[in-house]
């Protein structure tokens, strides 16, 4: 579940780093959040499939070599990781039980809006029934982003309920 403080920071940071983030910036950036990562724990969460892998960009310049960039919302899955464990599940737990869909939803979020907005301003729009059918996709996509939300929130809550039983 993203919080509205969660929101807000992920927004600032995609501003920051539109083309991704190194683990340093990660590190950094839990740092300013109050969130104490190191390197190694960071690699270790990838190792253990709880964060995707970086995805390896060329450095400007000749013989300049690679750099593996992450998602900005990557900072997000970090806390998230954080606070689960805090409740008291395991990496195992967390790796089994939770999905970490909420990226995902986010991608599929903004490629939506990208792809909805390059209808509205790519080709002149004049026919008004198009329009509409742009409107309702724009509708029909937010009711989508939605319900994957809101499905993501049911799985977590369920998962802590199967815990506190346990």
């Known amino acids: 579940m993203i ?9 600032d940071l995609e501003q920051a780093f539109p083309n991704g983030m190194s683990v340093q910036q990660i590190v950094e950036a839990c740092a300013k959040s109050g969130e104490r990562l190191t ?21 400007k310049g000749k013989h300049r070599g690679s ?11 970090v806390q998230r990781i954080r606070r689960l464990m805090a409740q008291g ?20 979020d903004k490629e939506l809006a990208r792809v909805l907005s390059r209808l509205q301003t790519g080709e002149p729009v004049v ?30 809550v369920q998962a802590r309920m199967q815990r506190a039983a346990v």
């Open 39 to 59: 390197e190694a724990t960071f690699r270790k969460y990838v190792q253990l499939g709880l964060l995707p892998r970086s995805v390896r960009v060329g450095k």
């Open 127 to 156: 026919d008004a029934l198009m329009r509409r059918e742009v409107d309702e996709a724009r509708r029909l996509a937010d009711l989508l982003i939605e319900k994957l939300r809101d499905i993501e929130r049911r799985l977590t």
């Open 67 to 77: 750099q593996g960039l992450y998602p900005s919302s990557i900072v997000g899955q």
């Open 3 to 11: 919080e509205l403080e969660d929101a807000e920071q992920s927004s």
């Open 89 to 108: 599940f395991t990496i195992d737990e967390i790796r089994s039980r939770f999905s970490f869909m909420s990226s995902d939803i986010g991608e599929l």
